[in-house]
């Protein structure tokens, strides 16, 4: 780079020094990575980190990934991809508003899902009981193996190599009990806002795709309090909306109304934290926070999704049948370990033949996981 363009470019440090408050994970205090790398000439470690999870295979599989709901009902509804993209949009916006490191939050939330098997929460429970006695499965923990031991893109180290901070956040996410009790330290403002964010952009699409998949309607929805004061809102303003657009004017009242919350409360919580650095903050009781009001609200909804929409008898057999093909295929491997491909045939050296083939299995997305059954086994009927 020239002298010339360097005059028009801010360093990352003085950047965030205008624009961060003092309690954001700023760029300059970061703790590195585990190989330690020369500093980037126009990124920062966060953006780069952000790169990286954009570049790896394992972001890419999400698109073949679903989060509530299998192809077989149309392409409307999220995938795992998608949903990703939805907390880190609205995670950035929370993300800017409260002055936090918004390259870190984006880089957090992209990762955050990274590590889902096949088949969503469903599975994640087919595998972590496949792997009772060897260490179970969590998709918390495997975005950790991607990141550290899975994931190949580098001459220079394994894995994505990413800074302490975004391996940290996940770790969090991966055992909060934990992780508090070892530091006494709370997660980072930064994992706290994609934590929220996640949550909040669930409770909305998975409304808006269970009443577009028609597995219930926006009046059965309108029993919770945050949906019927959503519907309130949208009729207040509008007269007469086709069921489409009212659908969809639902569904941006439930992000408005949770963003509002989390910024109105968290500002007015964080308005207290003076000169305190991101450090210090996590000594302290300040969190991000929504209202009671708001709390009581969503779990009301998560409630009603959960024994509605997650537990719909057509989910549930989709689900138990992507179960045990899990499971076959999983044995299938451990019986004959020279069918896994041959890193992880070497892998099993290492990890033993099960973590192997759980690995394997956990990296698939549902078409090829489906795909190698057929395989093994034939047909899936
Ligand atoms: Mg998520």
């Not at 509530?68 to 993300?95: K, Q």
């Not at 918390?140 to 940290?168: I, K």
């Not at 934290?273 to 009001?293: F, H, K, N």
């Amino acid at each position: 780079m020239d002298g010339k363009s360097e005059v028009f470019l801010m360093s990352i440090a003085e950047r965030e020094a205008v624009l961060l408050a003092p309690y954001a994970m700023h760029s300059a205090d970061s703790r590195g990575r585990k190989h330690e790398e020369t500093e980037h000439h126009y990124r920062g470690p966060f953006q780069r980190d952000r790169d990286r999870v954009v570049h790896s295979s394992a972001f890419r599989r999400l698109s073949g990934k679903m989060q509530v709901f299998t192809g077989d009902r149309g392409d409307y509804h999220r995938t795992r991809l998608t949903h990703t993209h939805e907390v880190a949009s609205i995670a950035r916006t929370i993300g800017r508003s409260l002055r936090l490191n918004e390259d870190l939050v984006e880089a957090l939330a992209l990762f955050h899902d990274i590590g889902h098997p096949p088949f969503g929460h469903a599975g994640e429970d087919a595998l972590d009981e496949c792997l009772t006695g060897h260490g179970g499965f969590s998709h918390n923990q495997f975005a950790l193996t991607l990141a550290e031991e899975l994931e190949s893109r580098y001459a220079a180290f394994p894995g994505l190599n990413l800074t302490y901070e975004v391996l940290e956040g996940q770790a969090t996410r991966a055992d909060k009990e934990a992780s508090y009790a070892m530091t006494g330290l709370a997660p980072l403002l930064e994992v706290q806002v994609v934590e929220a964010a996640d949550s909040m952009t669930y409770d909305a699409h998975d409304t808006d795709d269970a009443v577009k998949l028609q597995l219930v309607t926006l009046e059965e929805l309108a029993t919770c309090a945050l949906v019927r004061e959503a519907l309130a809102r949208v009729r207040g303003a509008y007269s007469n909306l086709r069921d489409d657009l009212l659908r969809k004017a639902v569904v941006h009242q439930l992000i408005d109304r949770q963003v509002t919350d989390v910024l109105q409360t968290s500002a007015a919580i964080l308005a207290t934290a003076g000169e305190l650095s991101a450090q210090e903050i996590r000594r302290s009781a300040i969190r991000i926070a929504t209202t009671r009001e708001l709390s009581e609200q969503k779990r009301e909804l998560e409630k009603f999704l959960y024994d509605r929409v997650y537990r719909h008898g057509h989910l549930i057999t989709v689900r138990r049948e992507a179960q045990s093909r899990l499971k076959q295929m999983f044995e299938r491997y451990c019986e004959r370990p020279e069918l896994l491909p041959p890193h992880f045939q070497v892998r099993a050296k290492a990890v033993g033949v099960p973590r192997a083939a759980g690995d394997y299995l956990g990296g698939m997305t549902d078409r090829f996981c489906d795909r190698q059954h057929r395989e093994l086994f034939g047909s899936m009927s």
